[in-house]
């Protein structure tokens, strides 16, 4: 199996195929994403006090966050058609993008 054929297989088919299903590969992949990004977070933002965790940041994360779930939770119950850009990772790429954008022009 080619390199190609590993990513599509287990990346692009279960997105582009609308079967929406994880596996360990994935899995582990989107976890070390987010792993990665929560320690860049803290060494750019937290370590150098650009960003102070308060109770009003984690109320507006929690928030943030709530508004990103709910569109899943809803394709889950069959409530809203399959999209590309309701698929679990790509929103919480949106949410990590919306949050690092708005932590830069802080």
Known sequence: MTLYQFFY???IYPVMGFQYKYNIYN???YGLIFVIG?????YLFVKNKKV???RYF???LIILTLIFIIPRV???LGYTIKTYLLF???????????L???FIFI
């Open 74 to 76: 809803n394709i889950d």
């Open 38 to 42: 929560f320690i860049l977070f803290y």
């Open 9 to 11: 297989q287990y990346f």
């Open 27 to 29: 899995t582990f992949l």
């Open 88 to 98: 679990t990772p790509f929103c919480r790429f949106m949410d990590f993008n919306f």
């Open 52 to 54: 102070i965790i308060d």
């Open 100 to 102: 690092f954008t708005s």
């Open 58 to 60: 984690l109320l507006d």
